[in-house]
């Protein structure tokens, strides 16, 4: 299993920056614990070659994180409109290209908005298995995943994936050949699920986990939500002693080998530095005590 952290949540000016990107590889290379790390760039196609030149020579593996570009662009896989999911699944296929010629081994997507109405549930499903499916095809020969990440519905982003079960039905009915699952502990918690029972019901589709807090008992608190403070943040839904115990636990022993990649996600804001010097203190402790 690699061992990595998300870069440009906490850096995101190496989001167009490539000076600085590599800046940051060459600080990720001294932290000797951490040989991958989960990014979204968007610099040229000479710099995405020289990114992926710098990561082969640095031994490093990277992620390519589809959720900002999703968000932000409101590509939609999960569309009710044929059309618009169609387009969509084409701008996620441009980002698998870009991801491809940076060299990353996985590519990170998720659903779009959470559908307006009621009963829908099933129609969501056959969207997603259509679209994933669409995907799947697309990098068939290449040693690359494709990896769902279940967002929250009933608060920002509000994204029709989602619920936990919905999810299970999503894939419990498919033969994917490449696709799998992100399992990102906030969001199972800001999705009100049970993080063990949640981990379990999926576990035989999870192939990459994000370690990461959230603040959702305290609506008022500026950190409530999608915001992924780090673990010492107080009022956090998840200590340390938490998440250390859910890594060893479940991770290490009940998905041995099946699961790729674990990293730490945390989003900065301001005084970057600081940040990414906790992020690496926090997940040297958690994963080596």
Known sequence: MKYGICLTPIYPQAISDYKLMEVLLEKIVCQKFIDCIEIYFEGSKEEQILFRNSIKNKGLEAVYLGGLPIKRDSIDISAEDEGIRRKSVDMCKEHIDRALNMGCKKIVVASGQNWKKDGCREKIVQKMQKSLSDLDDYCQGEEFQISLEPFPVKTEPYFAVGDIGLVYEIFQTSAFYNVGITFDTSHISQLGADLDNSFELLMPWIHHVHLANCVMKDKKSPLYGDKHPVFIQEGGDFSM?????????????????????????????????????????????????
Do not use: T
Not at 281 to 286: D, L, P, S, V
């Open 241 to 289: 002693e938490v998440i250390r115990r859910f890594f060893y636990e479940k991770i290490l022993s009940q998905n041995p080998g099946k699961i790729n990649v674990c990293s730490l996600e945390v989003i900065s804001r301001g005084n970057e530095n600081w940040y990414y010097d906790e992020i690496c203190r926090e997940a040297k402790e958690i994963w080596q005590g």
